[in-house]
């Protein structure tokens, strides 16, 4: 019954900027590693950004002075604030996340994704 959705995506001249939010909603007892990852045609989804539950974060190294994770643990909501987008930024994001239900299982959910495009 947990599911996240994810909102902000759009198209974007290259150098501008855009904020992802990803919102989790369910019978969740907590969460705990939320991250971003992409996926743009023709390639693998990779890892974008991740952040723990304390803070502690990890980016792919081609956006690591660029975009920012952050998170509202009291809101369950994650955030990527994109900053200086680049062509090759264009794909769809996917939210992810690790949470523990009340019958103390970790289970792991994506969401539907939303798209990208920075273009000229």
């Known amino acids: 019954q947990v599911q996240l959705v994810e909102s902000g995506g759009g198209l974007v001249q290259p150098g501008g900027s855009l904020r992802l939010s990803c919102a989790a909603s369910?019978?969740?007892?907590?969460?705990?590693?939320m991250g971003w990852y992409r996926q743009a045609p023709g390639k693998e989804r990779e890892l974008v950004a991740a952040?723990?539950?304390?803070?502690?974060?990890n980016y792919a190294d081609s956006v690591k002075s660029r975009f920012t994770i952050s998170r509202s643990n009291a809101k369950n909501t994650v955030y990527l604030q994109m900053n200086s987008l680049k062509p090759e930024d264009t794909a769809v994001y996917y939210c992810?996340?690790?949470?523990?239900?009340?019958?103390?299982?970790?289970?792991?959910?994506w969401g539907k994704g939303t798209l990208v495009t920075v273009s000229s």
């Open positions: 952040i723990t539950r304390i803070g502690s974060t």
């Open positions: 992810n996340a690790w949470y523990y239900n009340y019958s103390d299982y970790r289970v792991n959910v």
């Open positions: 369910g019978s969740i007892f907590s969460i705990n590693t």
